[in-house]
């Protein structure tokens, strides 16, 4: 069974920094990506961010500049250091890993909540 735990959500003022993490556990096939997602109330769940394997890295436009995505392939973690945090970052954080034979795995979500 694959466990998918994130950690590190709360709640910061705007311009503020966060750092997410998150680590898989059990059977799991070799990992060949993961990433970082959220989902506002109302919206759609998007692609924050994501790393491959490889260390090749792609991020959703609204974060370039300011959150940037890191991982460990031996602890099967992803990180996700999140600075100048505005009000419109505020979502569930949700990490995601996909195993060599496109399996996703997701996580229960972490609030981050940015105040202005």
């Known amino acids: 069974q694959v466990q998918v735990v994130e950690s590190g959500g709360g709640l910061v003022q705007a311009g503020g920094s966060l750092r997410l993490s998150c680590a898989v556990s059990g059977s799991i096939f070799s990992i060949n990506a993961m990433g970082w997602y959220r989902q506002a109330p109302g919206q759609q769940r998007e692609l924050v961010a994501a790393i491959t394997s490889g260390g090749s890295t792609k991020y959703a436009d609204s974060v370039k500049g300011r959150f940037t995505i890191s991982g460990d392939n031996a602890k099967k973690a992803v990180y996700l250091q999140m600075n100048s945090l505005k009000p419109e970052d505020t979502a569930v954080y949700y990490c995601?890993?996909?195993?060599?034979?496109?399996?996703?795995?997701w996580g229960q979500g972490t609030q981050v909540t940015v105040s202005s």
């Open positions: 995601n890993a996909y195993d060599k034979y496109g399996v996703p795995y």
